[in-house]
């Protein structure tokens, strides 16, 4: 089955670029997105298609994907940030997700 | 502005049925062509894709994971811009928040958005 791998964590100060990796075997020929999930929260999707923000995400949110790697990007990461990241796709009629990254920012 | 709820039991018993509703307003779901679908999240843990429906008109198509597959029934009805999960012979591994979302799911593209609010269901004795 195809599996998504992201790191367990990430640490970033604030103000600075986060990056959340996101790996799966030829990941970049099939289109990837990203949801935040604050804690008690519901996961909100912040990037789709790879690239795109739905409306009302911030701009410093972005989004890229080839090859292996879908890759998140936050630019000038606030405190609000502070979430669990989920990398998800499709393969075979099947949903999968990554199995998150907590982003910490300290 | 699509938006929806989950609701159905937070108690289940081991070996019995988990049955959820998920009701969507703000738009009709007969209108919409789309993918709807169910996700969960045990305690602490990550994020696992049930299973998702098709509407279009009067073609359905469900699909489910592969994991769960042999216990798991999604249907929908456009009359009461519903749709539903059924889990069968439920354990404590059941234990979970069971959320749905609209499902976009087109060649090469899969997301979820909207999702409900998320509704706790404790497999329990």
């Not at chain 1, 790996?23 to 795109?52: E, F, H, M």
């Not at chain 1, 923000?53 to 972005?62: K, Y």
């Not at chain 2, 919409?32 to 894709?49: A, V």
């Amino acid at each position: 089955s195809y599996e998504l791998t992201q790191p367990h964590s990430v640490s970033v100060s604030p103000g600075q670029t986060a990056t959340i990796t996101c790996s799966g075997d030829n990941l970049g020929d099939r289109y990837a997105c990203w949801y935040q999930q604050k804690p008690g929260q519901i996961p909100v999707l912040v990037i789709y298609k790879d690239t795109k923000r739905p409306a009302g995400i911030p701009e410093r949110f972005s989004g890229s994907n080839s090859g292996n790697t879908a890759t998140l990007t936050i630019s000038g990461t606030q405190a609000l940030d502070e979430a669990d990241y989920f990398c998800q796709t499709w393969d075979s009629s099947t949903v999968v997700f990554g199995g998150g990254t907590k982003l910490t920012v300290l | 502005q699509l938006q929806l709820q989950e609701s159905g039991p937070g108690l289940v018993k081991p070996s019995e049925t988990l049955s959820l509703t998920c009701t969507v307003s703000g738009d009709s779901i007969s209108r919409i062509s789309s993918y709807w679908g169910w996700i969960r999240q045990s305690p602490g843990e990550g994020l696992e894709w049930i299973g998702s429906i098709y509407s279009g008109g009067s073609t359905y198509y469900t699909y489910y994971s592969p994991s769960l597959k042999t216990r798991v029934t999604i249907s929908l009805d456009t009359a009461k811009n519903e749709f539903y999960l059924r889990l069968r012979s439920v354990t404590a591994a059941d234990t979970a928040v069971y959320y749905c979302a609209r499902h976009q799911w087109e060649p090469k593209v899969s997301h979820l958005d909207p999702w409900g609010q998320g509704t706790l269901v404790n497999v329990s004795s």
